[in-house]
């Protein structure tokens, strides 16, 4: 079975730096795709973004991008400007393409500091 | 954010006692998901339904069952709780027709077992 590794489990950054949370992944297959969730005090899990693995172009989102590397079976997350509002715990997750078994990290939890 | 409601949000129990949490969404998703939350394992799949009446087990099926009369909902039953199914419980949908392995989540229920 696949399994997702996120091996910072608390990181901290000052409002407006760049900050970068790993996440390594083990699996034989070669059709999944990656996620990354953000999980606010609220506790509402929100998707922050995606990754198909076959696109080689690393996936963006405003603020949100990723450095997928899949030969070394890497997937991180880099936020640029961080806020207040990103203070929360991130999860990596995986899922094997047309399957429903989503793994997930064990999560960082990500306080940016005035 | 996605139509996805989770009741009851919080319930405390005793030792044996059914329990049973409800999932109902709006957006007419084919596919819904049971996820438990616990510190240090991330989300764990308890059981998932691909349709009116079909389900599936997932990764920690044990001690739970699960029902899908109709479409929007997704019920999650403890037969006679106990202490180890603390946790924080999260439904959540995807559809084939839109991203079938992107997962939306409901907002959670946390359940104390006594």
């Known amino acids: 079975a696949q399994t997702v590794t996120q091996s910072q489990p608390e990181m901290s950054v000052q409002e407006a730096e760049t900050v970068t949370l790993s996440c390594t992944y083990d699996?034989?297959?070669?059709?999944?795709?990656l996620f990354w969730y953000k999980q606010p005090p609220s506790r509402q899990m929100i998707l922050v973004i995606r990754?198909?693995?076959?696109?080689?172009q690393n996936a963006t989102e405003n603020r949100f991008s990723v450095n997928f590397q899949k030969a070394a079976k890497s997937f991180s997350l880099k936020i640029s400007d961080s806020q207040l509002g990103d203070t929360a715990m991130y999860f990596c997750a995986f899922i094997f393409y047309n399957n429903n078994d989503m793994r997930f990290g064990a999560g960082t939890r990500l306080t940016v500091k005035p | 954010d996605a139509g996805i409601t989770q009741s009851p949000r919080h319930k405390v129990t005793e030792t044996g006692t059914p329990v049973t949490l409800r999932c109902h969404q709006t957006e007419n998703h084919r596919y819904m998901y049971w996820y438990r939350q616990d510190p240090g394992h991330g989300l764990r799949l308890i059981h998932y339904?691909?349709?009116?009446?079909?389900?599936d087990k997932g990764e920690v099926s044990d001690g739970y069952s699960v029902s899908r009369s109709k479409t929007e909902d997704f019920l999650l039953t403890l037969e006679s709780a106990t202490s180890s199914q603390t946790s924080v419980y999260f439904c959540?949908?995807?559809?084939?027709?839109?991203?079938?392995?992107?997962?939306?989540f409901g907002p959670g229920t946390r359940l104390l077992v006594l």
């Open positions: 959540a949908i995807s559809d084939p027709l839109r991203q079938q392995e992107t997962q939306y």
């Open positions: 990754q198909e693995a076959y696109k080689q």
């Open positions: 339904s691909y349709g009116v009446k079909d389900t």
């Open positions: 699996t034989s297959e070669s059709n999944y795709y």
